[in-house]
């Protein structure tokens, strides 16, 4: 069945037309079968042992995490995450996101499989680079940024990849429910509700793993983690606020483009200095400290909205359902709602 659909893969972007659309989808093509074709038996690279010890126990725990998504919480997991690719880099993918200089709109990129979402990802970094530079050449705030996992959402077994070993235990772990959680549902075109599922699921799964292995304090450090989180992405979220009643308010106040530049500036420079005073006493480390020192612009405090809108909803959701599979059962009729039907439920949530 899966040849089939590789096969299909390949036709509809045969059938694509323009130059740039076809040499997007060829280097996609390309990136994803060099990491199929690369692929190794999780099992037989712990028989080796080649890998240093560090990256190895990391593999035992990915075994162990996939085993417990599938026989602790009920999720569908087939075999991904049972073989094992180096990449040879440090991200497996660039996605490059981008907004209008005076607005929060995110642009949309449309695919076959995924339907539109708000970036766009490429295998090398130099053409990330590339298509940022030639949307701020078209005016608007741009970036692009490295990703160390993606799933192909159930087209094939996803598998653990160099990017994922670095990475403590309990980050580990968060990242590879986050991904099963989207092998679980998907919904094409829609970001938002995608992302905050995903997060919803790898909030409450990993609760559930470190409480039966006993790590009670792993969780509570990692609560308090996330705590912070939510501090910065309050603080976002009033920026954000202060933007759109910026960009929506400057028809009426005839306010210029350099006008409209100075306040945007102020804006990032308020969030920064609150963030600043907010996390003061946080230490090395210290959530969202790499993201304040980047250059600020619409794109940056886009995906941050994009990720989280709806993880309060889906959480309180996921409770009231009482297991992950009845769960899973009720959000799969979720998705059976119209577009603003579905908005509305989960802002009412």
């Not at 030639?134 to 993606?150: N, V």
């Amino acid at each position: 069945m899966k040849s089939v659909l590789r096969i299909a893969v390949v036709a509809i972007i045969v059938s694509l037309s323009g130059c740039s659309t076809v040499a997007y989808y060829s280097q996609a093509v390309r990136g994803q079968a060099s990491i199929l074709l690369s692929r190794r038996s999780v099992d037989d690279v712990l028989a080796e042992a080649r890998l240093p010890a560090s990256q190895l126990q990391k593999l035992q725990l990915v075994q162990e995490v996939v085993a417990f998504a599938r026989n602790g919480l009920g999720m569908d997991v087939g075999d991904s995450y049972s073989s094992y690719v180096d990449t040879g880099r440090d991200y497996v993918v660039w996605n490059v996101f981008a907004a209008p200089e005076f607005s929060l709109q995110m642009k949309t990129f449309c695919y076959p499989i995924a339907g539109c979402v708000s970036y766009r990802g490429y295998f090398a970094e130099e053409d990330a680079q590339a298509l940022t530079r030639e949307l701020q050449a078209d005016g608007y705030d741009a970036f692009y940024g490295g990703i160390k996992a993606y799933s192909t959402l159930g087209w094939f077994d996803d598998p653990v990849l160099n990017t994922f070993l670095n990475m403590s235990d309990v980050q580990l772990a968060a990242l590879l429910f986050h991904e099963l959680a989207h092998k679980q549902i998907y919904l094409p075109g829609n970001t938002q509700f995608n992302e905050s599922f995903a997060t919803a699921v790898e909030r409450a799964a990993l609760e559930q793993w470190l409480a039966q292995r006993g790590e009670q304090q792993a969780f509570a450090t990692y609560m308090k983690s996330e705590a912070r989180r939510q501090q910065v992405l309050a603080l976002i979220a009033t920026t954000r606020a202060a933007l759109q009643l910026l960009y929506e308010s400057a028809p009426q106040q005839g306010l210029s483009e350099r006008s409209l530049r100075k306040e945007k500036a102020r804006l990032f420079a308020d969030l920064r200095e609150n963030y600043g005073v907010l996390s003061r006493d946080w230490g090395p480390g210290r959530a969202f400290g790499g993201w304040m020192a980047s250059d600020l612009n619409n794109a940056r405090i886009g995906t941050i909205a994009d990720y989280n809108a709806w993880v309060p909803a889906f959480t309180r959701r996921l409770q009231a359902a009482g297991s992950f599979p009845a769960f899973f059962a009720a959000t799969h009729t979720l998705i059976q709602l119209s577009p603003r039907e579905l908005q509305a439920t989960l802002n009412q949530d």
